[in-house]
T-cell receptor, first 114, second 110 residues
Framework: DGGITQSPKYLFRKEGQNVTLSCEQNLNHDAMYWYRQDPGQGLRLIYYSQIVNDFQKGDIAEGYSVSREKKESFPLTVTSAQKNPTAFYLC?????????????FGEGSRLTVL | GEDVEQSLFLSVREGDSSVINCTYTDSSSTYLYWYKQEPGAGLQLLTYIFSNMDMKQDQRLTVLLNKKDKHLSLRIADTQTGDSAIYFCAMAGTFNKFYFGSGTKLNVKP
């Protein structure tokens, strides 16, 4: 089945450690996104990528990094510079051209900093 | 960027209608969307409306768009306990960026 796979589903990290969240899609979508979700704050855009080897900062990129070496993969690294990393992270993808513009989401990764 | 606002909670009884409201600041989006999020999961597209329409009906769902007031609403008829979830309104901006509201948590009481 086509879709987006995020891993791990749950992740615990000590302060000062970098962690990388995986996002893989087999939908042949050009665009991929990372969102952060906190209770009562909705989704905030961290980074997005319209095409391989290119990505742009979203609204809350500080303390995060991404790469887009392959069309199907868009990993997110939460660095030790991120002051409040405990959150639910959602990866999404869409076709590049706006058709219905539907975003397809993964099941999310919950990161907890101990 | 776009500012999209929703109330945080709504509680209804099973069988009643639910109305979830959303207001936004930028009206340049071609489409406006409603997404549903089950507990601990990602979001799924529920329905969407083209910006030059003012109403769209899809089975139990009715979307109303008032462009003058920049107000979008989602009505769920005959609400069921399985409709309990968080509902997000969203709209697309430039470069395929999507802007989401804060989400409305719908609680359906039996």
């Amino acid at each position: 089945d086509g879709g987006i796979t995020q891993s791990p589903k749950y992740l615990f990290r000590k302060e000062g450690q970098n962690v990388t969240l995986s996002c893989e899609q087999n939908l042949n979508h050009d665009a991929m996104y990372w969102y952060r979700q906190d209770p009562g704050q909705g989704l905030r855009l961290i980074y997005y990528s319209q095409i391989v080897n290119d990505f742009q900062k979203g609204d809350i990129a500080e303390g995060y990094s991404v790469s887009r070496e392959k069309k199907e993969s868009f990993p997110l690294t939460v660095t030790s510079a991120q002051k409040n990393p405990t959150a639910f992270y959602l990866c999404a993808s869409s076709i590049a051209a706006l058709d219905t513009g539907e975003l397809f989401f993964g099941e999310g990764s919950r990161l907890t900093v101990l | 960027g776009e500012d999209v606002e929703q109330s945080l909670f709504l509680s209804v009884r099973e069988g009643d209608s639910s109305v979830i409201n959303c207001t936004y600041t930028d009206s340049s989006s071609t489409y406006l969307y409603w997404y549903k999020q089950e507990p601990g999961a990602g979001l799924q597209l529920l329905t969407y409306i083209f910006s030059n329409m003012d109403m769209k009906q899809d089975q139990r769902l009715t979307v109303l768009l008032n462009k003058k007031d920049k107000h979008l609403s989602l009505r769920i008829a005959d609400t069921q306990t399985g409709d309990s979830a968080i509902y997000f309104c969203a709209m697309a901006g430039t470069f395929n960026k999507f802007y989401f509201g804060s989400g409305t948590k719908l609680n359906v009481k039996p």
